[in-house]
């Protein structure tokens, strides 16, 4: 059953839950999957969201999990399994707002409220192998496009530019600037960089108006970051490329780490907001894909 939760307290262990693995040199978001690059799922195949894909992902890094299924302990005996004596349960949340009315006014008024929820990967189930099997891994030839990659990436409206040596957005112009594909180790590694600027690029103040891209603000700019490797990460496990450590970025660890131990929301905002970039940017790239 789903268990009201002091909000303060799940912000808090789920944040401390992130900051470990970022102290110990591991970024739950940078190859979080083992044989396939997928979203972790529900017991009937709906995608988690936002800060659950990064708890779930930490939980399946840390116990090697491959599969990306996860259920409740109710779940998994309606389906006929039983979960392993001895499995540790992951923490995911499901936030909405209670409506209240007033019966004098009619007015409305909304709390907001969290529900914590404890679910084990199809690993951790006896019984529902046949229902859950492992994920196919995903192998892209790393010296050549891929021709589904490029027409989906081809779809997104953005002012792309290739050349030079560097990879940004330009906030003021309002381009991408890539260097040439071959200049890449690998296609996921070009694709992934790609994944990461348009991230960058849906946050305009035309577009998303995310306040970490368009702020002056130093530890803003180490927070658009963040939410750009994540939509990054997300976007990669939703179509199907790897996202692999980036050495450029390991300079913003210690703004990570810093922010997430001064806001134990950050984790949450960075997480929401590149969920909300991930959405624009498929929204773009699956149009008309069928």
């Known amino acids: 059953m789903p268990k009201n939760t002091n909000r303060v ?10 900051l470990s693995m970022l102290e110990a040199g591991t970024k739950p978001w940078a190859k979080p999957w083992s044989g396939g690059a997928s979203i972790p799922l529900r017991h009937n195949g709906i995608p988690y969201r936002g ?17 990306p299924y996860w259920l409740t302990f109710k779940q998994a005996l309606e389906l006929g ?31 907001p409220f969290l529900k914590r ?7 951790q189930v006896e019984g529902v192998e046949g229902k859950y099997p492992p994920p196919p891994a995903i192998i892209n030839n790393p010296d050549s496009r891929d021709d589904e990659l490029e027409a989906m990436f081809g779809r997104i409206e953005a002012d792309l530019r290739h050349g030079g040596s560097s990879a940004f ?26 994944a990461h600027e348009a991230t960058h690029w849906a946050g305009a103040e035309s577009r998303l108006n995310r306040k970490t891209l368009t702020s002056t603000s130093r530890a803003d700019y180490a927070r658009d970051e963040l939410v750009a490797e994540l939509g990054a990460a997300f976007l990669g496990a939703t179509i199907g490329f790897k996202v692999e450590e980036r050495e450029d970025h390991a ?13 134990k929301r950050a984790i949450f905002e960075a997480a929401r ?14 149009e008309g894909g069928g």
């Open 9 to 18: 307290d799940l912000y808090q262990a789920v944040t401390d839950d992130i």
């Open 117 to 123: 929820y404890t679910v084990f990967n199809a690993e």
């Open 169 to 194: 957005y330009h906030i003021r112009d309002d381009y991408i600037q890539m260097p040439a594909f071959e200049a890449f180790h690998t296609g996921d590694d070009y694709y992934a960089t790609l």
């Open 251 to 263: 300079a913003y660890i210690e703004h990570w780490l810093a922010a997430l131990r001064n806001d």
């Open 81 to 111: 399994g039983n979960v392993k004596k001895g499995s540790k349960g992951t923490t995911v949340v499901y936030a909405n707002k209670l409506v209240i009315k007033d019966e004098e006014t009619d007015d409305e008024r909304r709390i």
């Open 273 to 286: 907001e590149a969920q909300n970039a991930a959405d624009y940017l498929l929204a773009m790239m699956q």
């Open 51 to 67: 800060i659950n894909i990064l708890s779930l992902w930490a939980s399946a890094m840390r116990q090697g999990f491959a599969s």
